[in-house]
C-alpha cells in the first residue's frame, strides 16, 4: 500500500482504497509481514489509511452492520461535491439515507471488527475449512483469506461444460444437500461480453462467506462435513441452463432450470 500510494503521488493520482476488508488484511499484515507482529490491527488500519486519499465502505462487511457504507476523502472540494450528489441519490449528508441506529452500528462496528479475539477466531475459522478440504481432495483457492473459501468448481466438476455453469451447479447441490448457501464468480457473473457475446470465465468459483460472529465450532464442522458429502457424490451433479437473465447484472437474478432432468442425478 505504501509502495502504490508513492506511485500514485508522484504522479498526482489519488489513490482510493476499497475498505470493505480493512480488519481481516490488518490482521493478515499483523501476522504476516515482518515488523508488524507487535502492532495491533487498530495501529496498522490507521497507517493503511494515513497512505489513501479516501476509501469508499460497504459497512456490511468489517463495519459489522447490516446496512449501510460511507465515502470518505481528505479533499474538501472533492468532499462538498459528493455531498451534493448524495441529496440527489441517497439523502441529506447527516444521515445519507441510513436510520440513526445503523449509524451508530456502523461506528461501533469499525472498532469491534479490529478486536484481536473476533478477527483471531474468525479467520482461523476459515483457515479450518480449507484444511478439512485440502484433506478431503476439494479443490480451491489457496491460501484461503479472511471472510470466504472459494471452491474450484471447474476442477471439481469438469464433466460439466462451462456453459452449463458447474459452479452454479455446484452451488445448488450444496444447498439441495446441506442448506450451504453460497454464490457463483464465473461464467454467469463474467461471462456475457459487451457485445452480447458469451465467453467463458477464466475460472468457476463457489463462493462460501462466513457471517460474522454467527459460526460456532459446530456449525463450521457441519458445513465441512455437507462440503465433502457433496464432493463424494460431485460425478451425480449436473448442469444447469439460463432460462431468464436481466440486461445488466445477471447474476443477481438470473433463473435456472437443469440442463438435463435434475442437478444430483442418481
Not at 95 to 118: N, R, S, T
Not at 198 to 205: G, Q, S, T
Request: proline share 6%; net charge negative; hydrophobic share 40%.
Amino acid at each position: 500500500i505504501r509502495a502504490v500510494s508513492e506511485i500514485c503521488h508522484s504522479r498526482g493520482v489519488p489513490l482510493f482504497i476499497d475498505a470493505c476488508r480493512f480488519a481481516e488484511n490488518a490482521w493478515f499484515i499483523k501476522t504476516r509481514e515482518p515488523g508488524y507482529e507487535d502492532k495491533t490491527p487498530l495501529a496498522i488500519a490507521q497507517e493503511m489509511f494515513s497512505y489513501a486519499d479516501g476509501c469508499t465502505m460497504s459497512a456490511k462487511k468489517d463495519g459489522m452492520a447490516n446496512i449501510g457504507g460511507f465515502l470518505a476523502m481528505n479533499d474538501d472540494d472533492l468532499a462538498q461535491r459528493c455531498r451534493n450528489m448524495e441529496i440527489l441519490g441517497e439523502g441529506f449528508p447527516t444521515y445519507g439515507g441510513l436510520a440513526g441506529y445503523d449509524l451508530e452500528a456502523i461506528a461501533v462496528g469499525l472498532f469491534e471488527a479490529l478486536e484481536e479475539d473476533y478477527l483471531r477466531y474468525r479467520i482461523r475459522s476459515v483457515a479450518y475449512v480449507g484444511e478439512r478440504m485440502k484433506a478431503a481432495g476439494i479443490p480451491f483457492v489457496e491460501p484461503t483469506g479472511g471472510h470466504a473459501v472459494y471452491i474450484d468448481a471447474k476442477a471439481m466438476l469438469p464433466h460439466i461444460p462451462w456453459n452449463e455453469y458447474p459452479a452454479w451447479a455446484l452451488s445448488l447441490a450444496l444447498y439441495i444437500e446441506g442448506g450451504i448457501r453460497g454464490v457463483e464468480i464465473g461464467s454467469v457473473m463474467f461471462g456475457r461480453q459487451p457485445d452480447g457475446s458469451e465467453k467463458p470465465a477464466a475460472m468457476e468459483l463457489v463462493r462460501l462467506a462466513f457471517p460474522r460472529r454467527v459460526y460456532t465450532q459446530s456449525h463450521v464442522d457441519y458445513l465441512t462435513e455437507v462440503l465433502e458429502y457433496v464432493h463424494e457424490r460431485r460425478t451425480h451433479i449436473r448442469g444447469v441452463r439460463m432460462v431468464e437473465e436481466p440486461p445488466v447484472l445477471r447474476h443477481f437474478t438470473a433463473r435456472f432450470a437443469p440442463a438435463h432432468g435434475q442437478i444430483i442425478a442418481g
